[in-house]
């Protein structure tokens, strides 16, 4: 059984920055992508970020320049650095990492969830 544990979510001004962080555990031979989801209220759940095991990343448009995404290997912990939030990031933040528990055999597994509300 795997498990994604997610903190550091909260209210926070706009401008201000938050730090998210979501740790994986359990039966894990390796992780390959890791990411951030969002979903805000009324709206389709959008990737925020991702790095890949070869830590190249991707970003949404909306966040570039503002947010980083890294990852510790060591802790299969990956990580959002949010800075200079905006009230259009407010959202439920999701984690989810694609997780190999044997050779040849991977799923993805989410968190569940740690709110963001950015107030004006």
């Known amino acids: 059984q795997v498990q994604l544990v997610e903190s550091g979510g909260g209210l926070v001004q706009a401008g201000g920055s938050l730090r998210l962080s979501c740790a994986a555990s359990?039966?894990?031979?390796?992780?390959?992508?890791m990411g951030w989801y969002r979903q805000a209220p009324g709206k389709q759940r959008e990737l925020v970020a991702v790095?890949?095991?070869?830590?190249?990343?991707n970003y949404a448009d909306s966040v570039k320049g503002r947010f980083t995404i890294s990852r510790d290997n060591a802790k299969n912990t990956v990580y959002l650095q949010m800075n200079s939030l905006k009230p259009e990031d407010t959202a439920v933040y999701y984690c989810?990492?694609?997780?190999?528990?044997?050779?040849?055999?991977?799923?993805?597994?989410w968190g569940q969830g740690t709110q963001v509300t950015v107030s004006e």
């Open positions: 989810y990492a694609n997780i190999e528990i044997r050779v040849g055999y991977s799923f993805n597994g």
């Open positions: 790095i890949r095991d070869g830590a190249s990343t």
């Open positions: 359990g039966m894990i031979f390796s992780i390959n992508s």
